[in-house]
């Protein structure tokens, strides 16, 4: 059974389509690309299946369980997580605390207690403490914990929303654009990072891309988005050679040269 | 010397109004400008208590907070729910505090816009300083646990917060309550510090001076708030000789702030022991290097 399988989906703002009638279905320990040229329909997708969108038709199964129209907390709490486009922290908190404020769920003391400061309080928040300390280590951020967060360059700020994500325990991890704007030796190393985090945590990941190269090397399976539809799906091979691919990519006259 | 004391009680009775608010304003990002309106409710609750039911001071400031904190969620459900953000959140806890002032001049037991006079003076200074050191405490004891941190995220980015499974609505109306709370023990207190109140000693001009506190204090931190309160209330008093000068005066600390300190007093930092020592060494520091140029 597919970890994650979305059935015609559809999705309108007032007049415009931006995602219309798309399926596919991701089995566990996979890790699918979701290309597509810009304004494509990719991060709708995410945001219909995170729950900030409620999809206008269709439907979303997330482990043989109808998520569609569910809220953005309960679709988390069922073990979905994801990274932003446009990377987005807790940038007055400092790094450590970013990941601390994700284990809340964790810290298992009520009000009360954390009004009056118990020793309960203090010893689980010196455990969530060591916890995140663990999740900064696999992105490789110990050095920087007590920094705040927007005080990182901009690779690392993408580490730790990578961190915050894997904090929040899940079975799918959806990346948005992990790679963007960063060099290729930067690439290189989220290559490394994704394929190291995935086998330690057994994620199953999509991956929206821009960067070929790095949705080349990392997902053996790709879905091609074009004006909010489908395009096609296959391997990395079936979609390198695909007319119909480079039509989208680098319009009409390309594909007649 | 009375008179002094009498300002230090007055500076910490708003301290404990000016604290909420910095949870819920600072901390969680939300403006309000009806926070006087629980100060009422509070003040309103425990002077009817302790006036016409002689209840112990204690219980009736106890019950002043529980009933600001129910109005609160009146006022908060419809209105967090909805996500009002911003201005639009702004705007309607405006209109919620002028709504609470009229009702409270219309209500028979309020005595409406005449006030209820002679109530029983049972917040002495140490009260007063008591209540204020305890909030400040449990204040810093919320913003370090589990429910200040998702406050703090909620108010950084409340996408990413709500996609990491924050409820935005729960921390916000738990900050709210909390606010409201810690204003209507300010109000308890304040009625039984004056021993007379009347609806016309909670309007807008009180809001506002609790948020610009909050704001000119620092937006994340709750120390910065404390010494906006101080200054607020200190100067204008100072000033009492040239009567024409204070709301000027008030007015110049705004904008001066403004200019030298746009991120509040503290910024997001808070005063510490640690900050002042460090605060001395620097300035030391600036006097030798001065010197050595001289």
Partial sequence: MALIELK?????????????????????????????????????????????????????????????????????????????????????????????????????????????????????????????????????????????????????????????????????????????????????????????????????????????????????????????????????????????????????????? | MDYILGVIAVICIETIATVGLAVFTGFTGLFSLGHAAFMAIGAYTAAILTYFYNAPFILALIAGMIMSGLISIILGFPTLRAKLRGDYFAIATLGFGEAIRVILENMSITQGARGLPGIKHYTTLPVAIFFAVLVLWLTKNFIWSKYGRNAIAVREDAVAAEMAGIDLFKVRMLSLIYSAMCAGLAGGLFAHYLNFIQPVMFTSILSTRLTSAVVAGGMGSITGPVIAVALFIAVPELLRVANMWRLVAYGLILVLIMIYRPSGIMGYHELSFEAIKNLLRWISRGKTAGRKEM
């Fill in chain 1, 8 to 257: 015609n989906v559809t999705k309108v703002f007032g007049g415009i389509v931006a995602v219309k009638n798309v399926s596919f279905s991701v089995e566990k320990d996979e890790i699918i690309g979701l290309i597509g040229p810009n304004g494509a329909g990719k991060t709708t997708i995410f945001n219909l299946i995170t729950g900030v969108y409620d999809a206008t038709e269709g439907k979303i199964i997330f482990q043989g369980r109808d998520i569609t129209g569910e809220n953005p907390v309960t679709i988390v709490k069922s073990g979905i997580a994801r990274t932003f486009q446009n990377i987005r922290l807790f940038n007055k908190l400092s790094v450590l605390e970013n990941i601390r404020t994700v284990l809340f769920r964790k810290a298992d003391y009520n009000l009360a207690n954390a009004l009056l400061r118990t020793p309960k309080v203090v010893r689980i928040e010196k455990k969530l403490c060591d916890k995140s300390l663990e999740f900064l280590e696999v992105v490789g951020l110990t050095d920087y914990i007590n920094n705040r967060a927007d005080s990182l360059p901009y690779g690392l700020q993408r580490k730790l929303e990578i961190a915050r994500a894997l904090a929040l325990e899940p079975k799918l991890l959806l990346l948005d654009e992990p790679a963007a704007g960063m060099n290729p030796d930067e690439c290189l190393d989220l290559i490394e990072l994704i394929t190291r985090i995935k086998k330690e945590y057994n994620l199953t990941i999509i991956m929206i891309e821009h960067h070929m190269d790095v949705v080349m090397e990392l997902c053996p399976r790709i879905v091609v988005i074009n004006f909010g539809e489908k395009l096609m799906e296959g391997s990395k091979e079936e979609v390198q050679n695909d007319p119909r691919v480079l039509k989208a990519y680098l319009g009409e006259e390309y594909s007649y040269a």
